[in-house]
């Protein structure tokens, strides 16, 4: 016993001193024997952590605009978030069937009522993170700060199956199915075809299938389809299925929610990773499975690739809501810009759209503009100030829509104004300039009002752009 001490931790009966003795010195204090102070130390270090790592945190959304009632509730939804994922694990703990291991007894089969209230708060717990449609004008991108750390559950053969819920929302949650046999030194390999050419960009989907997914696809960085967005349910295999041994993914998947088949107009959709398969409508499964399918028949070839956005600063948070919500009506990545460039002029977009013309689309780039209402007097017009300033004015916006269309290289490109009074005041800008007024009146260059939610309850998906 003494020898498994030592392998553990290093602990040997051989230093304590016998009954009556005096403790040597070389040895620490217990606990109760130590100052108070002394005692609360390391949480108070692990508290001071905690402060230092969430003004970091706090710092870096900051910079990006955003208000601190905005970070606690978001702080506070993650706070929830990881409770829920805690007590889920918990729950599956207790649900898994006995473990009769050597050195323990095994456990006894929970009761009938016990069994059944630890499947209600599974369930319960299950729902926190089902939360939108998986189609139509509703359906939202995967929250940015959890992409790449989403939360899971494990799942292990002979664990009772995870309730599937309702297929007709999104899953946030990551079902990992653990497997013996594969080594961490050997992880799965990226499996299909890519198309490299359309790595980074955001394309519609085909006509036939736009209503129902208006906010089309993004390609990853190595040309992939990302369509976790459309996914009801998300499944990792510990082994993956990029080797004839580890096959049939898809009964592996289904066991993890008791299935003994996909369910009906569903279709699990290899990632591409080797490890991920996705649960999508099979129509929807049916044009990405094959990568050879002609994207670039249904829209022009893009014009432009996301980037990060170049540092700069809103002096108004309200501007940088405003290009997020139009990044998010249109389906881009959040966080990115449009970046195109045509003979040598470059430009930055906020987010890019599709307009239809018969079988064909059109990629139309966009600008959005926030708050300008202060730069505009009573009469409806702008300020002479702002009307003839050549930095940030009139001049200068001018001069930047110009570059635009000229690196759009024939595209369509559109300001969108969050503000009536705004639009209306630029369009007859525009329309007064002798560079710019030809662009207009051809459709090149177009200026629209669209506003946020909040300043028009009635602005519903169908009616944006």
Same mark, same amino acid.
């Given at each position: 016993?003494?020898?498994?001490?030592? *392998?553990?931790?290093?602990?040997?009966?051989?230093?304590?001193? %016998?009954?009556?003795?005096?403790?040597?010195?070389?040895?620490?204090?217990?606990?109760?024997?130590?100052?108070?102070?002394?005692?609360?130390?390391? %949480?108070?270090?692990?508290?001071?952590?905690?402060?230092?790592?969430?003004?970091?945190?706090?710092?870096?959304?900051?910079?990006?605009?955003?208000?601190?009632?905005?970070?606690?509730?978001?702080?506070?939804?993650?706070?929830?978030?990881?409770?829920?994922?805690?007590?889920?694990?918990?729950?599956?703990?207790?649900?898994?069937?006995?473990?009769?291991?050597?050195?323990?007894?095994?456990?006894?089969?929970?009761?009938?009522?016990?069994?059944?209230?630890?499947?209600?708060?599974?369930?319960?717990?299950?729902?926190?993170?089902?939360?939108?449609?998986?189609?139509?004008?509703?359906?939202?991108?995967? @929250?940015?700060?959890?992409?790449?750390?989403?939360?899971?559950?494990?799942?292990?053969?002979?664990?009772?199956?995870?309730?599937?819920?309702?297929?007709?929302?999104?899953?946030?949650?990551?079902?990992?199915?653990?497997?013996?046999?594969?080594?961490?030194?050997?992880?799965?390999?990226?499996?299909?075809?890519?198309?490299?050419?359309?790595?980074?960009?955001?394309?519609?989907?085909?006509?036939?299938?736009?209503?129902? $997914?208006?906010?089309?696809?993004? $390609?990853?960085?190595?040309?992939?389809?990302?369509?976790?967005?459309?996914?009801?349910?998300?499944? %990792?295999?510990?082994?993956?299925?990029?080797?004839?041994?580890?096959?049939?993914?898809?009964?592996?998947? @289904?066991?993890?929610?008791?299935?003994?088949?996909?369910?009906?107009?569903?279709? !699990?959709?290899?990632?591409?990773?080797?490890?991920?398969? !996705?649960?999508?409508?099979?129509?929807?499964?049916d044009h990405y499975a094959d990568?050879?399918?002609?994207?670039?028949?249904?829209?022009?070839?893009?014009?432009?690739?996301?980037?990060?956005?170049?540092?700069?600063?809103?002096?108004?948070?309200?501007?940088?809501?405003?290009?997020?919500?139009?990044?998010?009506?249109?389906? *881009?990545?959040?966080?990115?810009?449009?970046?195109?460039?045509?003979?040598?002029?470059?430009?930055?977009?906020?987010?890019?759209?599709?307009?239809?013309?018969?079988?064909?689309?059109?990629?139309?780039?966009?600008?959005?503009?926030?708050?300008?209402?202060?730069?505009?007097?009573?009469?409806?017009? !702008?300020?002479?100030?702002?009307?003839?300033?050549?930095?940030?004015?009139?001049?200068?916006?001018?001069?930047?829509?110009?570059?635009?269309?000229k690196a759009a290289d024939g595209?369509?490109?559109?300001?969108?104004?969050?503000?009536?009074?705004?639009?209306?005041?630029?369009?007859?800008?525009?329309?007064?300039?002798?560079?710019?007024?030809?662009?207009?009146?051809?459709?090149?260059?177009?200026?629209?009002?669209?506003?946020?939610?909040?300043?028009?309850?009635? @602005?519903?998906?169908?009616?944006?752009?």
């Amino acid at each position: 016993m003494r020898e498994i001490g030592r *392998a553990e931790d290093h602990r040997d009966d051989s230093d304590l001193p %016998a009954h009556g003795e005096s403790r040597p010195d070389h040895l620490p204090e217990r606990d109760d024997q130590r100052p108070a102070d002394d005692r609360d130390a390391p %949480a108070t270090r692990s508290l001071t952590r905690a402060e230092a790592w969430d003004r970091v945190r706090w710092d870096a959304v900051a910079k990006n605009g955003a208000t601190r009632e905005q970070y606690e509730a978001y702080r506070g939804e993650a706070q929830l978030d990881d409770l829920y994922a805690t007590e889920l694990e918990r729950i599956r703990q207790e649900l898994r069937p006995p473990i009769r291991a050597a050195l323990a007894p095994p456990r006894p089969h929970l009761a009938p009522d016990r069994h059944a209230e630890l499947e209600d708060r599974q369930t319960v717990a299950l729902d926190r993170f089902r939360t939108v449609p998986v189609e139509g004008p509703d359906n939202t991108p995967l @929250n940015p700060a959890r992409i790449g750390n989403r939360l899971g559950s494990e799942w292990r053969k002979n664990d009772p199956p995870f309730p599937p819920g309702d297929l007709r929302l999104r899953d946030e949650l990551i079902y990992r199915r653990c497997e013996p046999g594969r080594q961490l030194s050997d992880p799965p390999q990226p499996t299909g075809q890519s198309r490299p050419e359309l790595a980074g960009t955001h394309q519609p989907v085909p006509e036939s299938l736009r209503e129902r $997914y208006p906010h089309g696809v993004d $390609y990853t960085a190595d040309g992939r389809p990302d369509l976790a967005r459309y996914a009801s349910k998300t499944v %990792a295999l510990a082994n993956g299925y990029d080797r004839p041994e580890y096959a049939d993914p898809d009964r592996r998947a @289904n066991d993890v929610f008791g299935w003994t088949s996909t369910p009906e107009g569903k279709t !699990w959709h290899q990632a591409g990773d080797g490890r991920t398969l !996705w649960l999508i409508d099979t129509e929807l499964h049916d044009h990405y499975a094959d990568q050879d399918h002609d994207v670039a028949a249904e829209v022009d070839q893009p014009i432009g690739r996301w980037v990060d956005p170049p540092r700069r600063t809103f002096n108004d948070p309200y501007n940088q809501r405003y290009e997020d919500h139009a990044r998010e009506i249109t389906g *881009a990545p959040a966080g990115k810009e449009y970046r195109i460039e045509h003979d040598g002029t470059a430009a930055h977009m906020d987010t890019r759209t599709f307009r239809d013309h018969g079988d064909q689309s059109t990629e139309v780039v966009v600008d959005a503009k926030g708050r300008y209402r202060q730069f505009i007097s009573s009469d409806g017009n !702008w300020h002479d100030w702002f009307g003839e300033s050549k930095k940030g004015g009139v001049p200068g916006m001018i001069e930047t829509a110009l570059r635009q269309i000229k690196a759009a290289d024939g595209h369509p490109v559109e300001w969108w104004f969050a503000e009536p009074e705004s639009a209306n005041a630029f369009q007859r800008s525009a329309r007064g300039n002798q560079h710019l007024r030809r662009y207009v009146t051809d459709g090149t260059f177009t200026v629209r009002h669209l506003p946020m939610p909040e300043q028009d309850p009635e @602005n519903r998906a169908e009616d944006r752009p």
